[in-house]
T-cell receptor
Framework: GENVEQHPSTLSVQEGDSAVIKCTYS??????FPWYKQELGKRPQLIID?????GEKKDQRIAVTLNKTAKHFSLHITETQPEDSAVYFC???????????FGSGTRLSIRP | DTEVTQTPKHLVMGMTNKKSLKCEQH?????MYWYKQKAKKPPELMFV???????INESVPSRFSPECPNSSLLNLHLHALQPEDSALYLC????????????FGQGTRLTVV
C-alpha cells in the first residue's frame, strides 16, 4: 500500500519569510496529492491539491510542486502570516481505491 | 452546503457501554470515510463506504462497527472499547472516484474511561 513521508515535523519561520514542507510517496500509481491544514481543535481543511498530470500549481501565497519521477511533492508558503500557524498534512490517493493516506504532519509556527 | 456534520462533538463512555457516532452530508457525495486521529498524529483511515457499501476496512477491531443507512448518513457503532481507543474520530466524504477533495467533519472527541 501507499506510504507517505513528510519533513520536517516542526518548522518555525519569521513572519514574512517562506516555508517549505516536503513529502515523498511510495506508490508510483498514486495520482492525487492534497494538502490539508489543521488548526488546533479543528477539522483538516484542504488548502491546495495537485494531480499527477500537473507539475506545479499556485493559489495566491501557496504553491505545490510535484515530481512524479522522484515521487516527491512540496508545499511552498510565501509571505507567511500568523494565521498560517497550524499543522499541515500532505497526502496521496491510491489509484486502486478511494482512500487518502496522510503524511505524519508538520507543525508550522510563525514568529512575529 | 459543503458541510459534513458529526454528532456528538464530545463523548465519554465506559468500557462496557454501547454508543454510536453519527455523520451526515448533503453534498451528494457517494464516498464516506471514518478516520481516527490521536493527538499530534495524522488521521488514520478506518473504513471507506462507496455507494453505501463497505469497500475498505483497514483491519479495524470488531468493537468498531460502521453502518451506512443511506447515501447521506454514516454511523460508527462502538462497543466494549478500551481506553486506548480514546481519540478524535473524523468523518469525511467525497465525490466517488479519484482525484476528488475529501471534506471533513469537525470530529467527535471520544474518551473511554
Amino acid at each position: 500500500g501507499e506510504n507517505v513521508e513528510q519533513h520536517p515535523s516542526t518548522l518555525s519561520v519569521q513572519e514574512g519569510d517562506s516555508a517549505v514542507i516536503k513529502c515523498t510517496y511510495s506508490d508510483s500509481a498514486s495520482n492525487y496529492f492534497p494538502w490539508y491544514k489543521q488548526e488546533l481543535g479543528k477539522r483538516p481543511q484542504l488548502i491546495i491539491d495537485i494531480r499527477s498530470n500537473v507539475g506545479e500549481k499556485k493559489d495566491q501565497r501557496i504553491a505545490v510542486t510535484l515530481n512524479k519521477t522522484a515521487k516527491h511533492f512540496s508545499l511552498h508558503i510565501t509571505e507567511t502570516q500568523p494565521e498560517d500557524s497550524a499543522v499541515y498534512f500532505c497526502a496521496a490517493q491510491e489509484s486502486s481505491a478511494s482512500k487518502i493516506i496522510f503524511g505524519s504532519g508538520t507543525r508550522l509556527s510563525i514568529r512575529p | 452546503d459543503t458541510e459534513v456534520t458529526q454528532t456528538p462533538k464530545h463523548l465519554v463512555m465506559g468500557m462496557t457501554n454501547k454508543k454510536s457516532l453519527k455523520c451526515e452530508q448533503h453534498m451528494g457525495h457517494r464516498a464516506m470515510y471514518w478516520y481516527k486521529q490521536k493527538a499530534k498524529k495524522p488521521p488514520e483511515l478506518m473504513f471507506v463506504y462507496s455507494y453505501e457499501k463497505l469497500s475498505i476496512n483497514e483491519s479495524v477491531p470488531s468493537r468498531f462497527s460502521p453502518e451506512c443507512p443511506n447515501s447521506s448518513l454514516l454511523n460508527l457503532h462502538l462497543h466494549a472499547l478500551q481506553p486506548e481507543d480514546s481519540a478524535l474520530y473524523l468523518c469525511a466524504s467525497s465525490q466517488q472516484g479519484w482525484e476528488t477533495e475529501a471534506f471533513f467533519g469537525q470530529g467527535t472527541r471520544l474518551t473511554v474511561v
